[in-house]
């Protein structure tokens, strides 16, 4: 008979990630989630926030009241869980009654003072509006500046997995001309994926995304994009290894 697993000293460790849409819901389902199991992670799941799951195309970032509100449920109601977020800052909302808090207070930021002002804001109001034992298993993150910036870790490889490895060169160009990936600029001309799209008008952002991510890796993407890597970093840490 095998060695019995004692139930009473083992440590559910789940944990709940808060997407804007399908991409990401698809990038968790297929890197993130096997990466945090295979470390000691008992369940890892994503899921859309707000209408996103209503809607055909299942993307959008919804408004923060909506977003704070879901979390708030989730963690009430499972008390021996964790949650994050995975929404990007190009498309959050900055304004009006569905702004997320200080996205509209970036502006001539630097990147890491941009992500750092946005996640502290995040944590805070969640404290403030659901308490110490909310907050205490919450871990915001916004990617910088969208999820299409993180396959520029690795262009070959990214144009490989996209099915197109003519635009190796064209991709490593973006790439070169930006600090990290996470440097890729927010607008509606230069965000990532309107690069992507200028170069691969049919790009499919939830397959071939998730098909270059695969081809990347997650350890190239660690590598090249810091803030991405220190949020996975603080998923780590909530096993307490």
């Not at 004692?6 to 849409?21: A, F, Q, Y």
């Amino acid at each position: 008979m095998g060695e019995k697993r004692d139930r009473r000293t083992t440590k559910l460790t789940r944990l709940l990630i808060h997407v804007e849409g399908q991409t990401e819901e698809e990038f968790v389902a297929c890197m993130i989630r096997p990466h945090l199991l295979a470390i000691g992670f008992t369940e890892v799941s994503a899921r859309l926030m707000g209408p996103a799951r209503k809607r055909s195309n299942r993307g959008g970032v919804c408004g923060w009241p909506t977003a704070k509100a879901e979390i708030n449920r989730h963690l009430s109601h499972d008390k021996a869980a964790f949650a994050t977020t995975f929404v990007d800052f190009y498309a959050l909302p900055d304004q009006g009654y569905g702004c997320w808090p200080d996205r509209d207070n970036c502006a001539g930021l630097s990147l890491n003072a941009q992500s750092g002002k946005l996640q502290a804001a995040i944590a805070l109001d969640v404290q403030n509006d659901c308490g110490y034992q909310i907050a205490n298993r919450f871990v915001p993150y916004v990617a910088m500046h969208e999820f299409e910036g993180l396959l520029f870790s690795d262009p070959a490889a990214m144009a490989e997995g996209m099915g197109c490895p003519n635009l190796s060169d064209d991709f490593q160009m973006i790439r070169d001309a930006f600090t990290t990936p996470e440097h890729i600029n927010d607008s509606k001309e230069t965000a990532p994926s309107k690069r992507i799209i200028g170069l691969l008008p049919g790009y499919q952002k939830v397959l071939q995304g998730n098909l270059a991510a695969l081809e990347v890796s997650l350890p190239s993407i660690r590598v090249q994009c810091p803030i991405f890597d220190a949020w996975l970093s603080k998923l780590e840490a909530l096993l307490g290894n």
